[in-house]
């Protein structure tokens, strides 16, 4: 039998997990919204369990199957949906509808933008340390390759360990083109065949980076059974 004065309580079954964004909002312990929350988290919790710890599948695969299809689940999360969201909702009810409108004169903004050149308007110039790598910190170290960047610490205190970044390159095949300083600059009479040399080697390493992915992925599709 159901208490006479039961009450709904947010995060009966599942919660989210502690260091995620999602579903953080007051507004998502409203019952319908927290049911539909905890439906998709039961959900991911369902298809995480599923894919690990399986016999016989290597630990890696379980890994990349997991992964893809954390990224599916992601994809039709209820925050991706203004009806399924109530922060949209609200902010849609605060506004009249005006982030709406908003929204869409940013897209056309920049429709027009990318019409004339992918050129931003002077107004609309972003500054590095204001509007772009705001996080307070300073370069420690430089040579031809990299960049060390420590950052400064936001907090009161911090632990002992450093934590060292290292961006990942992949698909950044770009760094495989080829750029002369301007001390090296051709003659014009050596200009056009420097400019081919430049094009040749950056499409071949291109091919090479594009060739050398093919087989990894066709590693890890037939690999079992090669």
């Not at 027009?112 to 500054?127: E, F, I, N, P, Y």
Request: glycine share 4%; charged share 20%.
């Amino acid at each position: 039998m159901v208490p006479r004065h039961a009450r709904f309580q947010p995060w009966s079954v599942i919660r989210p997990p502690e260091n995620a964004r999602r579903f953080t909002g007051t507004d998502w312990e409203l019952p319908s919204f927290n049911l539909l929350a905890q439906a998709f988290l039961l959900t991911e919790q369902w298809w995480h369990s599923t894919t690990t710890g399986i016999h016989g599948l290597a630990h890696s695969k379980a890994t990349i199957v997991d992964f893809t299809l954390r990224q599916c689940l992601d994809t039709v999360a209820p925050t991706n949906f203004a009806l399924c969201n109530p922060e949209v909702l609200r902010k849609i009810m605060e506004t009249d509808g005006g982030n709406f409108v908003y929204g869409w004169h940013n897209w056309i903004e920049d429709c027009q933008a990318l019409l004339a050149g992918a050129k931003l308007r002077s107004d609309q110039t972003h500054v590095v340390g204001k509007d772009v790598a705001i996080t307070p910190g300073k370069v420690v170290y430089r040579n031809e390759l990299i960049e060390l960047i420590q950052y400064s610490p936001t907090t009161p205190t911090v632990r002992p360990e450093s934590v060292l970044i290292v961006p990942a390159w992949i698909m950044k095949y770009y760094i495989l083109d080829l750029l002369l300083l301007e001390d090296e600059q051709p003659s014009t009479s050596e200009e056009e065949e420097v400019t081919s040399s430049t094009v040749a080697a950056s499409y071949s390493g291109r091919v090479s980076m594009i060739w050398s992915m093919t087989v990894v992925v066709a590693v890890f599709i037939f690999g079992d059974v090669v």
